[in-house]
């Protein structure tokens, strides 16, 4: 045994070994291997070796001690755990021998965790499940969890839908007393729309896809001697809905209505969104209504608003108006052939002044993905944006630039903003632009009109650099966001955008109309805390992230009857790997891998393009792919250049399982 002073000089020891290192603390990020690293509050990255790894989870902050190995890269040793996150994670139910495990599909957590028996409830292996971390295995590297739902068997129909629902926690019912509180509405529509002025003389009429049940805005316009005034009228379930209520707290916490392939998580009960408050022809229903005075050449020159009640005279469709527009008189109500002709004269007007004043998203088709009776892909639909869409679009973007800017001299409201180029990213942004526009190279980017004139400039160019030059910029660009506090949207060339178009559907546009109403009758403006702007947009960002993973999931079993097929795509995405490419058929993500080390490619990161001897490979350029393997259950899709660059770029063995940001991006 030691005596005492042998235990003190230990201990001295290892107080000095302590004070010599060097201590930091971060975010452990996982692999696809057993291995991990740890973020470094100061973006430095430590190495995690797999024994490390099997103590944290994906996402823990952690206390650690570094050391400097050869080349300066750091290796990491846990010191401390000081939180972690992950408490509910989905996966499989495996069993090996007498062992039962989750096989989760976290991000970064290759590893199962351990099922108790008691633990596992009625779930078995083999089915998909939902589970609640009960043991952290930070002390001694063993982890356990406890079944809480089970999703789902591997051949249910719909077990993607399913599963994607569980792993993104997105809300799929109603609480008793948010349905009992949608219950009571419908009786109280009369009331209130009988004291309402009736404006449904102005011929109002709604236009969306012709299986919208839940339509939320009805168009009208009348002209006038120097153009034309827009009446946009938006359903108002805000008059019946006060805040705080058990319907409109369900309704915040889902943020949106979540459209996954082929399904609808509504922000409201079905009863709500598709019969008392959506603008049903023949029906009188609440509204607020906008009118917009348009100039012939399509400056926004006036704006106001009232809460009224409307009765829209026509369900129209898409289709219906599109054929109008191209000749067919057959195809609307007679009634409707001079409003439409002006409101596609009027969408034009605006169009061509957006394209010259602000900026104009790029014009992509969609893609409508047709399901089976087992909800998965059995086709996919190109489409191309008709014209009565684009009708729709500008009398929308008309409503939401204008509640904007008056949202903005309020002084509250939920805005829509963009605030241009990632902090991150500015250094590549500046060195970019000396070999290009370098008089922009050192301007404040993050100014409206300068950023406006850049892009514009860039767009003016005919030359091929400039051109590669915008695509690279618009991937160093911010996601939009929302904000209670007004700012620019550079995004679209706007000093100010706030939706007030979609409130059945979204929160946001919700709380815009309460504010609306509290200004106009000179009440307290209602306000959006931090906190709640916040879980706002997480909740808004959690749906997005829902349907790119179930879309993926289908994608992937679509492609698997395909291997071996050849189909053009568009460059997405370039990196030292290789390149990404969207098939213009499907709209489906993949990636082409770069490893050919007899003839191999230069990167040129600060353009995003890779060459070859007189091959280059850039954003935006079309190219032919084979689709060379497809991993479903990583949810990885690989292609295979065809062509020329073919020849010289083999393979890897599994290429659907190696790909650095594969199909994913």
Not at 596 to 605: A, Q, R, V
């Amino acid at each position: 045994m030691l005596n005492a002073d042998a235990l003190k000089q230990l201990s001295q020891l290892k107080t000095d070994i302590r004070s010599t290192k060097e201590f930091a603390e971060g975010r452990v990020r996982g692999s696809s291997g057993k291995f991990g690293f740890v973020v470094l509050d100061d973006g430095r990255e430590a190495f995690l070796p797999p024994a490390e790894m099997d103590r944290v989870f994906p996402g823990d902050r952690v206390r650690i001690s570094l050391t400097e190995e050869d080349k300066g890269k750091l290796s990491a040793e846990l010191d401390q755990l000081i939180e972690s996150d992950l408490k509910y994670l989905v996966g499989q139910y495996v069993q090996r021998g007498q062992g039962h495990f989750i096989q989760p599909s976290e991000h970064g957590l290759s590893r199962w965790i351990f099922l108790p028996p008691r633990a596992r409830g009625k779930a078995q292996p083999g089915e998909f499940i939902a589970c609640s971390i009960t043991r952290h295995p930070f002390k001694d590297g063993k982890s356990q969890a406890k079944v809480e739902s089970v999703i789902g068997k591997p051949d249910m129909a719909g077990i993607e839908h399913a599963f994607t629902v569980a792993q993104h926690r997105l809300p799929n019912a109603f609480g008793k007393a948010a349905l009992e509180q949608a219950d009571a509405i419908p009786a109280q529509l009369e009331s209130l729309v009988a004291e309402r002025k009736d404006l449904s003389a102005q011929g109002f009429v709604t236009i969306d896809a012709e299986s919208t049940r839940d339509m939320d805005d009805a168009l009208a316009v009348t002209q006038s001697e120097n153009g034309w005034t827009l009446h946009i009228a938006v359903a108002d379930p805000s008059s019946l809905i006060e805040a705080d209520s058990p319907l409109d707290k369900e309704a915040r916490a889902r943020a949106n209505s979540v459209y996954l392939a082929g399904e609808t998580l509504p922000m409201l009960p079905a009863n709500l969104c598709e019969n008392s408050f959506s603008l049903v022809a023949g029906e009188l229903r609440p509204v607020l209504v906008l009118h917009i005075d348009v100039d012939k050449d399509g400056a926004l020159q006036g704006f106001d608003y009232e809460f009224a009640a409307i009765r829209s005279q026509h369900k129209l469709s898409y289709v219906q108006v599109a054929q109008f527009i191209e000749g067919d008189d057959s195809a609307v109500p007679a009634d409707q052939h001079e409003p439409l002709r002006q409101l596609n004269a009027l969408s034009k007007a605006r169009a061509t002044y957006r394209a010259g004043h602000s900026l104009v998203m790029e014009d992509r088709p969609d893609y409508e993905l047709i399901l089976n009776e087992q909800r998965k892909i059995e086709r996919i639909e190109k489409q191309q944006r008709t014209a009565a869409q684009r009708m729709v679009e500008e009398a929308m973007l008309a409503a939401n630039i204008c509640a904007g800017e008056k949202l903005a001299d309020i002084g509250a409201g939920c805005f829509s903003v963009h605030l241009g180029f990632r902090d991150e990213r500015m250094a590549e942004v500046r060195a970019l632009l000396k070999e290009t526009l370098p008089e922009y190279a050192e301007q404040d980017l993050h100014q409206l009109d300068i950023y406006l004139k850049l892009v514009k400039e860039l767009e003016a160019h005919a030359d091929a650099e400039m051109h590669n030059a915008l695509a690279v910029l618009k991937r160093m660009l911010r996601p939009g966001e929302l904000s209670n506090k007004a700012a620019p949207h550079l995004g679209l060339g706007l000093g100010h955008y706030a939706t007030v178009t979609s409130p059945i559907r979204k929160f946001n546009d919700l709380h815009n109309h309460r504010v609306l109403r509290a200004a106009k009758q000179g009440d307290k403006t209602p306000a959006l805390g931090d906190e709640q702007g916040e879980a706002l947009q997480q909740s808004v960002s959690t749906g997005r992230q829902a349907d790119r993973a179930l879309q993926q999931w289908l994608y992937c079993q679509f492609l698997e009857g395909k291997v071996g097929e050849t189909f053009t795509g568009t460059i997405t995405l370039v990196n030292g790997a290789g390149i990404g490419v969207r098939l213009d058929d499907f709209g489906i993500n993949g990636f082409a891998r770069f490893n050919s080390k007899k003839n191999p490619f230069d990167f040129d990161g600060k353009r995003l393009r890779i060459t070859r001897g007189d091959e280059t490979f850039q954003l935006e350029q079309q190219v032919q792919v084979k689709v060379a393997a497809v991993d479903t259950e990583k949810r990885r899709i690989a292609f295979d250049l065809v062509g020329e660059a073919a020849s010289e770029k083999p393979g890897s063995q599994n290429p659907a399982a190696e790909g650095p940001d594969s199909p994913k991006a």
